[in-house]
């Protein structure tokens, strides 16, 4: 007899908000941010509908995040300008995982702006 199994992605919006929602880690912890989205995208993904382009979405943010706040380092020494980039990344990694957890509550895939595209 043949199996007609097939798996069926639940859709769990919950799920979604709390992985937007926990890049705020960072604030807390300092590295979280980066690391519960990546684990809840990885063993989730196959199982959440959306849950795969929402945990792209947020991995390559915070890895832009992670980048831009590399470079302006140095820009801080060199221009004074680094620390405007260093305020207008805190800003961003703050005030947009909550725009997209509205989003993602509303069933609507995420936006984040300046975000390179590392995960495809």
Known sequence: MESNYHTLKRTDNQLLVITHLSQLLTYVTGFGGLLAPLIIWATQKEQVDGMDAHGKSILNF????LIYSIISIP????????????ILVAILAFVMPIINAVKA?????????????FVS
Do not use: D, K
Not at 62 to 65: A, F, K, N, R, V
Not at 75 to 86: A, R, S
Not at 105 to 117: F, H
């Open 62 to 65: 915070q890895l832009s995040m």
């Open 105 to 117: 509550s509303n069933g609507e895939l995420p936006n984040y702006p300046m975000s390179i595209n």
């Open 75 to 86: 820009l801080i020494f060199v221009f004074g300008l680094g620390i405007l980039t260093l």
